[in-house]
């Protein structure tokens, strides 16, 4: 062949590169935890759309809306197992697989969402993630946080912790459901897509579940009439997307740092936007005649001391859960230095949490 002929192929063959379509080297499917009708998945919803934005050809992500696919307690397994590569979640749903799912989920009456940022981004709290989601062979990307729950919905006021007496209301959390039993009442647990016809038809006494924009777009105004705040139980939340680790490993580097990128932006929308939303529904609530009460100062003290306890006793049963809980208590303890001096300007306030001493014994077990 003449160089010259040579020339002509390469330059063909460039040509025809050019003028190719490109094709996504990947193709995801991604499920969710959440139904459509409720608006967390408004969270799953934005990291997909910036991660497609961000990873251009290189990835392409499907969103499958909860229950589509394989029912909201099967999710875990299907990322796991690779079924499908991604799957948002909230940590707290797989607590039955480890226990230090649960303060990788939420807190009772301890983080807020920004101590919740603060500790993921800068005080180690994004490697733990994935120490205890790898144990599964997955990678954990968080991407939305909540401030604290509404509280408890019921249709007989809760106004001090004496009428939790008796109660049996639909709850989350292996520490919220031992605290809440110390307290008087009983833990129910149930999908969050069961819990408008059980309050319906009387089942339970009542039930918590998110925050004040998606306990509205659940309903709740309609079969109940008493809303207690503060959402003591869950002072925060934490969602986000675990990956299979094979799917993740055939990215290129660029493509994961765009997801992280992806995460990271989502994480800051969905604060802005569940405070928004949290906003508006509390006047929806208002204007449809529910009967708004909160927990007194000194009941919100005796709670935190409760759950302080409560805290020490689920760490202490699994080394992992200490692990978890000391990384926490030790960023709170540090930023309280600033946090404190800084106040009332500063982000909330520092809780007095549980022992470091108690959580890092039981951690080394």
Not at 5 to 11: G, L, R
Not at 157 to 179: F, K
Not at 311 to 332: F, G, H, K, M
């Amino acid at each position: 062949m003449s160089m010259k002929t040579t020339a002509v192929a390469a330059i063909g063959a460039l040509a025809a590169s050019i003028a190719a379509p490109a094709f996504a080297q990947e193709n995801w499917t991604m499920t969710t935890v959440w139904p459509a009708s409720l608006e967390l998945i408004e969270m799953d919803r934005k990291f997909v759309e910036l991660a497609n934005l961000l990873t251009g050809d290189a990835l392409a992500i499907e969103l499958f809306d909860g229950g589509t696919l394989v029912p909201a307690g099967e999710v875990f397994g299907a990322v796991e197992s690779g079924t499908v590569q991604a799957g948002a979640d909230w940590p707290g749903y797989w607590a039955g697989r480890d226990t230090a799912f649960s303060p990788l989920a939420t807190h009772a009456s301890l983080f807020n969402a920004v101590d919740y940022v603060n500790w993921i981004q800068q005080w180690g709290g994004f490697e733990i993630y994935n120490e205890i989601y790898g144990q599964y062979g997955m990678v954990y990307l968080p991407y939305g946080v909540t401030n604290n729950e509404s509280g408890f919905r019921t249709n007989t006021p809760i106004e001090t912790t004496d009428d939790l007496q008796g109660m049996r209301l639909r709850l989350s959390g292996l520490e919220q459901g031992r605290l809440l039993t110390q307290l008087g009442g009983s833990q129910v647990s149930m999908a969050g897509g069961e819990i408008y016809q059980a309050l319906e038809r009387g089942v339970i006494d009542g039930s918590e579940f998110s925050t004040p924009n998606v306990d509205w777009s659940a309903g709740f105004q309609q079969v109940t009439t008493h809303w207690s705040t503060p959402g003591w139980h869950q002072s925060s939340s934490i969602f986000g997307v675990m990956i299979n680790k094979a799917s993740w490993d055939a990215l290129s580097e660029e493509t994961q740092a765009q997801l992280r990128v992806a995460a990271d932006a989502t994480m800051l929308w969905s604060l802005a936007f569940t405070e928004r939303r949290s906003n508006e529904a509390y006047a929806q609530f208002q204007e449809a005649g529910v009967e708004i009460t909160r927990l007194d100062d000194a009941t919100l003290a005796t709670i935190q001391e409760m759950a302080n306890a409560t805290i020490e006793e689920v760490a202490c049963e699994n080394p992992n859960s200490a692990r978890v809980y000391l990384s926490q208590v030790a960023y709170l303890n540090d930023y309280a230095n600033w946090r404190d001096a800084s106040a009332p300007f500063n982000l909330g306030r520092t809780p007095v949490g549980p022992d470091m001493d108690v959580l890092a014994a039981c951690a080394e077990q």
